[in-house]
């Protein structure tokens, strides 16, 4: 069982900036990607950001590209998501999940944290 939990969400004006932690259990180290996710009232979960088992390879959504950026830290079984450039479209409950392999879709994401709120203010 992959247990995740997410961190650091907030209410923050445009322009500024969050990062949010997703702190998994230490035995997914390396063997789970782990992807971002957000979803928004009354929208479906998109995809935000992955990044792979090793943490050599990270994909964006082209709504975040540039502003966003996923990293992990191994001694710390922990994922990050800094934000910078926030706007108020990026308002909604971000969510991580791990999967072996990870991808785009929610429906790839056996696991998957309680979320965590992000607010940007106009």
């Known amino acids: 069982q992959v247990q995740l939990v997410e961190s650091g969400g907030g209410l923050v004006q445009t322009g500024g900036s969050l990062r949010l932690s997703c702190a998994h259990s230490a035995r997914t180290e390396r063997t789970f990607a782990v992807g971002w996710f957000r979803q928004a009232p009354g929208k479906e979960r998109e995809f935000v950001a992955l990044i792979t088992r090793s943490g050599d390879r990270t994909s964006y959504a082209d709504s975040v590209k540039g502003r966003f950026t996923i990293s992990r830290d191994y001694t710390k079984n922990t994922v990050y998501l800094q934000m910078s450039s926030l706007k108020p479209e990026d308002t909604a409950v971000y969510f991580c999940?791990?999967?072996?392999?990870?991808?785009?879709?929610?429906?790839?994401?056996?696991?998957w944290g309680q979320g965590t709120q992000v607010t940007v203010s106009s």
């Open positions: 999940a791990a999967d072996r392999y990870g991808g785009s879709s929610p429906k790839q994401y056996d696991y």
